[in-house]
């Protein structure tokens, strides 16, 4: 069975940093692409990066360009949201996803290409 599960949320202060991390089980995630999204409170999840199987691709929502940045360890099945520069705005909880094993393609950002999700981490910034 497939399992992602996230940690590294917390709360930080704005300016501050964090690192998330998606430890991926239940099958090979090595040329998988990956994904990260979003909820804050009372608002639709959305789509933060993603990142190519090969790891040479990746593609990040236009407010977090040049604070966040994806990356994954293939040979610990693990992939990492390294964010940097932290807003209040940011203040959410976090998802890493995975496509099925029948999705076809290099990069994803929409919802609905994702069929595997972690149960989240929360991440606060305080101003």
């Known amino acids: 069975q497939v399992q992602l599960v996230e940690s590294g949320g917390g709360l930080v202060q704005a300016g501050g940093s964090l690192r998330l991390s998606c430890a991926a089980s239940?099958?090979?995630?090595?040329?998988?692409?990956m994904g990260w999204f979003r909820q804050a409170p009372g608002k639709e999840r959305e789509f933060v990066a993603a990142l190519s199987g090969s790891g040479s691709r990746t593609a990040y929502k236009d407010s977090v360009k040049g604070r966040f940045t994806i990356s994954r360890d293939n040979a610990q099945n693990t992939v990492y949201l390294q964010m940097n520069s932290l807003k209040p705005e940011d203040t959410a909880v976090y998802y890493c996803?995975?496509?099925?094993?029948?999705?076809?393609?290099?990069?994803?950002?929409?919802?609905?290409?994702?069929?595997?999700w972690g149960q989240g981490t929360q991440v606060t910034v305080s101003s």
């Open positions: 996803a995975a496509p099925s094993e029948l999705r076809v393609g290099v990069l994803f950002t929409a919802e609905y290409e994702y069929a595997y």
């Open positions: 239940g099958r090979t995630f090595s040329g998988v692409a």
